[in-house]
Every structure is written in C-alpha cells, then in structure tokens.
C-alpha cells in the first residue's frame, strides 16, 4: 500500500513538474514503447518498476554475405570495426575474416596467410576477431588453438599459442574464443574452459597473468556441508569455481569491459583497470540486463550477457542472447534505454553473439540468421545520447535543453530530472533542484539540494533571526530583573491580605 501511494504522489509529482517547466501538454507525453518496431521498449525506475517508452532505436536494415558480395555467411560469431567505421565479421564456418568498408562494400578476405616458414596458412573456426588502433588484425583462430596477428598488409607478425606457465595446469590447452587489445599492445583473450579470468598477454605474446577472476562466493552453509561430506557426495556437489567471461571490448582509456556469466543477475559487466579491478560505477539497477524474470516470473532466469560495446562519452551497451535484448548504460551505471527481441521479424534475431557500432548506428551479428541487423537513433535515442555525452563533458547546462526536449517524449525519465536537478543546483536554485532530485528519485543530490536550500533560509532570515534572539536575551534579562521583584511583591502583598 506504502509503495502505491509512494507512486501515486511520485506521478502527481511529476505532472506538477512537467507543467511548472513548460515542457510540453500532457497528449504528447503517452507514446507507447511497441510502437512501429516488432519489440517492446521500456526501462526501469527506482523501484525497479518496469516503465515502457519511445523507442530509442529502431531496425534499419540487415546486411548478409550475399548483399557484401562475399557469398553467405555460414554461423558468423564476431564482429568489430575500425576507427573509420570498416567492419571485420569472424565468418566462423567458412574459416575466414570478411571485411567491408561503412557501407558494406567488400573490401577482402582474410583466409590465409604466409606463415614464418613462408608457407600459406588457413584458419580453422575462427570465433572471435579484433582491430587494434594501428590497424593490425588480430584472429582468435579457436580451431587450431592460437591467435595469429597481421598487419594491415595482411603479412603474419605473431602467432600466441600454447602459453607456458606455472599458474596454468600441466597439459592445459589454449582455446581462444575472443581477442582483445589494448594501447599499450596487451593482448587480451578469452578462452574455452579457462575460468581463472582473462588471459593477458604482453607485445611480443609472452603470457603475464590473469586479469579480472570473478569468484563465486560459498555460503556458509554449503562450506559446512562440504566439510562433513564424504568423498561422494563431494564429488556429486556442485563445483564452485570462478565464473566465465563471454566478451570484450577495451575503451580510449585502456580499461577493459568485460561481459560474464550471471546466474544471480546481479553484475554481467566489469570494467578492468590495468590491475584487473573492477572500477566501474553501477546504480541500484543492475548491470545485468533484464529485471523481468526475478521481478514477475516470466522469464527463467537471468539475461545471459554475450558482448558489450563501448560508445564513447561513458556510454555502453551489452548484448543479451537469451532475450534478444540490448541494453545501455551511461557511465555512472544509469540504465538508459532497452531494445531488441527474439523473433523472425526484421530488428529481432534468433542467436544474436557480437554488438558494436558505428558512429550511432548499432550493429548486431546474428549467428543463426548469418546476417547483421542495423539499428538507427530515433529522435528520443539521439537525444537522451547528446545529453549523457554533454553530462559526461561536465556540461549540465548545454544538457539541460537535451534532457527538457525527452521529458516531451518520456515524461517519466528519471534521469532527465536529474540532470536539470543539477543545472538548478549549478544555478543556485536549491528548492527546484530539490524537487528534480525527488522526482528522479537521487538520494544523494536531493541531500546536497537540501543542505543548500536550508543553509539559503538561514541565510535570509539572519536578520530575523538574530533580532528575534536579541529580543528573547533583553526579555530574559528584564525577567531576571524585575519579574522576579515583581512577582515576589505579589506574593508578600497576597500574604498580607490573608493576615
């Protein structure tokens, strides 16, 4: 009942709000999420209440082997662009790299290279493939268990295989599945069954070490369990090892986002600092993707999170397989927008596995269609990536006219309020940033509106109040003085009376 009348107030809230900013008449404001796109589009609030909305994005074609002009493709499992928007698909059942310029005009083929013993080589399942910022390819050759490197020219600079050392088990076998790499020429990989972490390595393909191990955490019960076991049911439990990574992209920074496994749907992406800790800021919402399945049932299980891409401005965006879904987050962990579904229909897809972009178009390979479905900015989307990116560059007040601007196609986005909170907190104007905060449900700045727009009272009733604490002293004084002579003559003189 507290949480209804909690949301009852919070909408009147907001109605007030949207009329006191002059943002628009309310007929504007409905627009549902499934309109004109063959998915629903929503978000959640505070209270992880699901909140449909405009569509942020909506499908704009897809691009198969045939349209490139490279024959079709045949259980593709990557993809990754360049700095000036070519594309590079892992054609993983043809053993090849398919790369095509913005437009998807075939530029080549990478199937073969000459080895150092200048013979020609071929890849065998490559599943994950990746450009690094001086325009070598790198090649997650899973079938032949190694990661080749070529130059733009496509001439062979190294191959990383069988990688020795003591953390790693006696007879262990190297199976990349994704690649990675950094500024510095570090060389990241996710590899078949290697729970540890991610395996980084060094320019000249040298193995250094683990990067960002995930531990599962053993309750105590189960640790007491296992204690007083035998050895069977032991070996029946459970094991309890580290989880698995599934994808990865690395920012300007240098810092690596990763996507994991995650039963419990509580964290599905990191961002790894060159020390393998996870920095990344996360919200009350989970970084997990859907919310749906521990909130109503309808789903059985958590969103299993297969990629994510990194769009600039703090903004990133992961890829549910299960779902068909994609979901973006800016860089404080503010969940933006949700899109996407499983389906036949164009936009939708059967075994999406890679995400990436390019410029604000997003790219989504298909591993069951053997296509690549595009997905365009609408209006909304545009507008909320303008006001995060100008938010990102410490630019609240260019962000507030963004932020203005959804509120007329979403007026319950919460973020929206936050960020002209902030600009009337930046303006001193603490009582309506007070109540964008409340709306937008944010704690944290609502206290520090709070605490400005108190300390402001204060500040303008000084007067008052210091004239109304002389006045209280001078009356405490003139008491202390005469009252009490005063009062005590009473007293004499009503005892005389009675004498």
């Known amino acids: ?43 959640y609030d505070y209270y992880e209440d699901i909140k449909y909305t405009p569509a942020a994005y909506v499908p704009d074609g897809a691009v198969n082997g045939e349209q490139i002009g490279c024959g079709s493709f045949l ?6 662009t360049d700095e000036d928007g ?5 054609d993983t059942g043809n053993n090849r790299i398919v790369v095509t310029d913005p437009s998807f005009r075939l530029v080549k083929i990478v199937d073969s290279f000459l080895n150092e013993d200048g013979e020609e080589d071929h890849f065998s399942s490559p599943n994950g493939v990746y450009v690094s910022s001086n325009g070598n390819l ?20 190294q191959i990383i295989q ?32 290697q729970f540890e972490g991610i395996m980084a390595f060094d320019e000249v393909g040298e193995f250094i070490g683990f990067t960002g191990t995930i531990n599962v955490q053993i309750t105590p019960w189960e640790i007491f369990w296992r204690r007083f076991s035998t050895r069977e049911q032991r070996a029946r439990q459970q094991l309890f090892i580290p989880t698995e990574f599934t994808g990865m992209e690395i920012d300007q920074d240098g810092f690596v986002y990763a996507t994991n496994v995650d039963s419990e749907g509580e964290q599905s992406v990191r961002r790894l600092n060159p020390s393998g800790e ?13 919310l749906t399945w521990r909130l109503s049932g309808t789903y059985s299980g958590a969103s299993r999170i297969v990629d994510v891409v990194v769009r600039g401005k703090g903004i990133y965006s992961i890829l549910d397989s299960s779902r068909g879904r994609i979901f973006t987050y800016d860089h404080e962990g503010n969940l933006l927008y949700i899109f996407g579904g499983l389906g036949s229909q164009e936009g939708t897809f059967t075994t999406p596995v890679a995400i990436d972009t390019i410029g604000e178009e997003i790219l989504v390979l298909d591993s069951n269609k053997n296509l690549i479905d595009k997905f365009s900015a609408t209006n909304y989307g545009s507008l909320i990536n303008q006001a995060v990116g100008l938010r990102y560059d410490g630019d609240e007040t260019q962000a507030v006219e963004c932020w203005r601007e959804v509120l007329k196609l979403d007026s319950n986005f919460e973020l929206a309020y936050v960020g002209i909170g902030k600009s009337y907190l930046a303006s001193g104007q603490n009582k309506e940033a007070m109540n964008c905060f409340k709306i937008g449900n944010n704690k944290q700045y609502y206290s520090i509106a709070y605490k400005r727009y108190r ?29 009490k002579k005063f009062v005590s003559k009473k007293l004499q003189e009503r005892r005389m009376s009675h004498v």
């Open 278 to 290: 996870d920095v990344i800021q996360q919200q009350s919402i989970a970084l997990s993707g859907d």
């Open 138 to 157: 790198y090649v997650a050759d899973t079938g032949k268990l190694r990661v080749v490197e070529l130059d733009g020219d496509g001439n062979l600079v």
């Open 75 to 80: 259980s593709p499992q990557d993809l990754n």
């Open 1 to 43: 009942m507290r949480k209804r009348m909690t949301g009852l107030f919070k909408g009147m809230s907001v109605a007030f709000c949207v009329f006191a900013l002059c943002l628009t008449d309310f007929g504007s404001l409905t627009a549902h999420a499934g309109q004109n796109v063959p998915y629903e589009t929503y978000t």
């Open 162 to 193: 069988n990688p020795k050392s003591d953390v790693l088990e006696d007879g262990y076998v190297f199976t990349p599945l994704k690649v990675a790499v950094d500024y510095a020429d570090r060389v990241y990989v996710i590899a078949q069954n």
């Open 455 to 483: 300390n402001e009272i204060l500040k303008e009733n000084l007067n008052f109040i210091l004239t109304a604490l002389i006045v209280i002293v001078v009356l405490v004084i003139v008491w202390k003085k005469a009252g």
């Open 86 to 90: 070519n594309v590079y698909i892992a």
